[in-house]
């Protein structure tokens, strides 16, 4: 399935995380950003947001107008064209810490419109970025949310590794 055409680029800013478990894919000098959800929440809260859709954020707060959920996504090209669009200022990981409290790690990688007063993202990690994430296959589930704050997520879970090694 196809991502260009469901992402809205008219955002100033999106966030493009992938959710993985082999930790031999976490780039080689990415920066570790610690995360404190109840803050998260709170901040939600605050910027309006209301209970989560219970499907995928129960007893969640959430701020995004809109949802999508797209299946087994190859998004080489939405790749392409948010790079044409946007820079890249920043890469970190954060670890999730999921139900069953596994910490599962999360690449961020952010892209930007207006990059006057913003610092470039380092090269070496958006490369094993692309190397690791987005020219390997597909991704089982990509969610898009659009946020009123006109920072839109597109989230990536359940790497679907191709074959072969292009």
Partial sequence: MELTNKVDFGAKKILVKFFFTNRKLIPKGISLKERHENQIETKHLKQGGVEAMERYRRGRVDTAKKHQQIENVDIRNFWKKISEKFGTTNTHIFYQKRSNGIKKPVVVITFEKNLENS????????????????KHGTWGIVHYWQNPNSIDTVNCLKRQPSPSKN
Avoid at 119 to 134: G, L
């Fill in 119 to 134: 610092r470039r993202a380092k090269k070496p990690v958006i490369e094993q970025i692309v190397k690791n994430f987005v």
